[in-house]
Every structure is written in C-alpha cells, then in structure tokens.
C-alpha cells in the first residue's frame, strides 16, 4: 500500500484492512454505543503530513513525539507519511475534553491534529511499523478543557419576517442553535428533516431555509459536513409534507342519552264491506251503500242467527260491473224471510 501512488486505489485497499477502535468497546461503533465501562482508558492522536507541510524534521518527529511523558505508543500510520499514537488519560468520561486539551499541548510544539479521534468510537486500521515506540513508563494525561459556556447569539429574525410562516423558521433556527457540543449533528439534521416537512408543505422557501440553517452551522467546525447535514434532512423531510391543521367545531352534545321517540299504538279497522239492498220480492237492485260499519261483520256463520244467506243470481255481472269488481269475487246475500219486514 505504502508504494501505490494512486491514492484513490490506496484508500480502497485501505479499507479493506482490519481495524480496531482504540478507546473503547462498542455494541456497535457508535459514540451513543459505548458499553459500560468499556472505555479503554486511551485516547488516540493521528498527525497527517498534509496537515503540518511547515514542520522540517518531519522524517525524525516520531523521535520528538517519545520524548513527551505521556505517550505511550506512537508509529508509522498505515500510509507511511503519517504518524498515529495512544494517551492514556484520567477520566475517561471526559473524552472528548481531553482531546481537546491534548490537541492544545501538541499545537504549543506547532503540531496539528486530525480531529477524528475526538469521536470515542473513531476508528484505527491496523499499520506496520517496525520501529514502533512503547514506552516503558508513562505518565497519565490529566488535562482536559472545561466546555466554555455557549455565549448569547443574537440571531437576526427580521430578515425572515416577509417570508410565509416565518415563526416556522424562527422556532427551527432556534432549535438548530440549541444543539449541544458532541450533538450537533442529530440537531441540525432533526431542523433540517423538519424544515424540509415544512417546504414539501409550501410553507417554507427552501433557499431561506438553507441560508438560516447554514448561518446557525457557519460557526461549527466541519462545515462542509454540516452543509451536507442540511441538505439530507431537508431531502428527506420533503417525503412528508407538514400540512397546516384543519380545526373544526365540535358539535354541541346536549344529552349523552337520547330519549326514544313514544310509539302509540292503533288497532287496525278494516274497511266496510259494501252492502247490496234489493226488492226481495221482485229481485230488483235498489242501489248499493257502503255503511260506516257492516252489520254481519260480526256475523258467525254456520250459526241458527243467521237472517240472511248466501245466493246466486243471474244478475252477478251487472251488480259487478256496478261495483267495479270481478263477478267471482261478488257474494250476494239473500234476507231471510223473517227479517224481510225488518
């Protein structure tokens, strides 16, 4: 690998190496992850050439390095150009503040470190060097910087104050602002995917959004990946689309019981039947009256009572077609003698 000068095939090949995380063991190699009390008690440095062009003895520094008491390991990094080493330190809660005080120490002899190993879960893959240094004895790094208290921003608002639903961007800004050190990057992509809710929505001008988000990010280090942060979460926000609330009034619920509706009940009459009058004597219809009420409704026939009986007559047509019925659906009673005066 140290002889390809192709650096594009020489990070592939790179990849491929094992590797390790040296401050620690992890469910997986993720800062959040780290397993109780799995911290290894080192922390790792990593000097790059590219990153010190002005220091002349850079061949002999792996030298310069041994001489500081607490390094305990230091060697050729996988390329070869490059230096790598490890530090034990005292409180291994205080990580990344550690690094931050050694990354002073190291810039106080104008040497400048690479700042992945800040992450507790940054990765080492493995590397040869013959001549590695182990030191017999070594000193604890007990430095570390207290984090300085965020000052006050005071961010200008007014800039947003023409733009549709600007309390949206102020209430993100604010959250993105909001982001502690070691978290930036959760934050600022949870703005982001929220922004981009917002913009799907046509609530949000993208252009302003990116331009706040990117103001409130300016400030941090690694800014290219925060503007990269910034893009994917809005990016992915935009897959669902923050629509305003649509309200609506309850209606009013005077009585959680209904009351049934009262049902009255009626008994069914059946209409009259039409009663024939005739001349017994001569069989001659007299005319047809439709009572209010038959008089042989109650009628039991088969029954001695009986005052008058069931006839044929050769006139069933004309008192049918008189009735407007069929003539077999015409019954045609004859009074008995007896109640003919009646």
Not at 72 to 93: K, N, Q, R
Not at 119 to 140: C, E, H, I, K, T
Not at 275 to 302: C, T, Y
């Amino acid at each position: 690998m140290r002889a390809e000068s192709d650096k594009t095939k020489r990070d592939l090949d790179k990849a491929t190496l094992p590797a390790i995380t040296p401050s620690g063991d992890f469910e997986y190699r993720s800062a959040s992850k780290l397993k109780p009390n799995g911290h290894s008690g080192l922390i790792q440095f990593d000097i790059d050439l590219k990153d010190n062009p002005h220091i002349r003895n850079y061949a002999d520094l792996k030298a310069q390095i041994a001489k500081l008491p607490f390094v305990a390991y230091c060697g050729l990094s996988v390329s070869g150009t490059g230096y790598w080493g490890l530090v034990p330190i005292a409180f291994p809660e205080r990580h990344g503040q550690h690094f931050d005080a050694l990354k002073r120490v190291f810039a106080h002899y104008k040497i400048n470190l690479d700042d992945k190993p800040r992450n507790v879960a940054s990765l080492r893959g493995y590397s040869y060097d013959p001549a590695g240094y182990f030191s017999s004895q070594v000193m604890l790094f007990e430095l570390y910087d207290e984090p300085k208290p965020q000052p006050a921003r005071s961010f200008d608002y007014s800039r947003f104050q023409d733009q549709d639903d600007s309390a949206l961007i102020s209430r993100i800004v604010r959250y993105a602002e909001s982001a502690s050190e070691g978290n930036r990057h959760a934050t600022l992509f949870s703005a982001s995917r929220l922004a981009g809710g917002y913009i799907a929505a046509g609530r949000l001008d993208e252009q302003t959004v990116v331009y706040a988000l990117e103001t409130i990010a300016s400030e941090w280090p690694m800014h290219s990946k925060s503007q990269k942060t910034i893009r994917d979460g809005i990016r992915y926000g935009q897959t669902a689309p923050i629509y305003p609330e649509e309200r609506t009034i309850p209606l009013t619920i005077h009585k959680k019981t209904c009351t049934p509706p009262a049902y009255k009940t009626y008994k069914r009459t059946p209409p009259p039947r039409p009663r024939l009058r005739f001349n017994p004597e001569e069989g001659e219809l007299l005319d047809v009256v439709i009572p209010d009420s038959s008089p042989w409704d109650d009628h039991k026939r088969g029954e001695g009572t009986s005052t008058y009986s069931l006839v044929d007559s050769p006139n069933r047509e004309e008192f049918a077609r008189l009735l407007s019925i069929a003539p077999d659906q015409l019954p045609l009673y004859q009074f008995n003698s007896k109640s003919t005066q009646a």
